[in-house]
T-cell receptor, first 117, second 112 residues
């Protein structure tokens, strides 16, 4: 079974400061890893995904994440926070078995990011 | 092009009522997923379709939950005899096979 742990349900940063959102996963097979962002009353929007190519993945809005197999981590970072980054962020995992529902996503509980002026 | 749409966006039901939630996937997307997101939690998988075939319904919490996709496009999630614990946001996502899942805005269900 797969699982995702997001450390810190709430992270608060100042505008311009580094953003670091932590995600650790558990998977018995090579994983696909994802970060999604959710703005209030909206669905989930994909920020970036790791699919076994480069371990450093660049996404939209200046976010990036690094896959570290030895640490089973996939932390999300952004060098300089902007007010518009305030949202809830979800880390998710699926496995790389071919086809069908093996691509269902298992999500963490989410991290709410607030950005202070 | 249009994204995934869901209707209604908000639904209030009295306990015991039946509800039907609709998902219109992106045109041409073969796979469709339903997730349930309780307040303060991450989404949890409910069920998965490939075209009209329901290949995985392991996440449906009880036999009161039923999903269908009869023509391989629009899908409906039905909840019979709603209970307060069914209150959640229900998210639909569609994708080409093994591709990125694109999510709709969700339906917020409140059971009184």
């Amino acid at each position: 079974a797969q699982s995702v742990t997001q450390l810190g349900s709430h992270v608060s940063v100042s505008e311009g400061a580094l953003v670091l959102l932590r995600c650790n996963y558990s998977s018995s097979v090579p994983p696909y890893l994802f970060w999604y962002v959710q703005y209030p009353n909206q669905g989930l929007q994909l920020l970036l995904k790791y699919t076994s190519a480069a371990t450093l993945v660049k996404g939209i809005n200046g976010f990036e994440a690094e896959f570290k197999k030895s640490e089973t981590s996939f932390h999300l970072t952004k060098p300089s926070a902007h007010m518009s980054d305030a949202a809830e962020y979800f880390c998710a995992v699926s496995d790389q078995n071919s086809g069908g529902s093996n691509y269902k996503l298992t999500f963490g509980k989410g991290t709410l990011l607030t950005v202070n002026p | 092009g249009a994204g995934v749409s869901q209707s209604p966006r908000y639904k209030v039901a009295k306990r015991g009522q039946d509800v039907a939630l609709r998902c219109d996937p992106i045109s041409g997307h073969v796979s469709l997923f339903w997730y349930q997101q309780a307040l303060g939690q991450g989404p949890e998988f409910l069920t998965y379709f490939q075209n009209e075939a329901q290949l995985d319904k392991s996440g449906l919490p009880s036999d009161r939950f039923f999903a269908e996709r009869p023509e391989g496009s629009v899908s409906t999630l039905k909840i019979q005899r709603t209970q307060q614990e069914d209150s959640a946001v229900y998210l639909c996502a569609s994708t080409i096979v093994s591709g990125t899942q694109y999510f709709g805005p969700g339906t917020r269900l409140t059971v009184l």
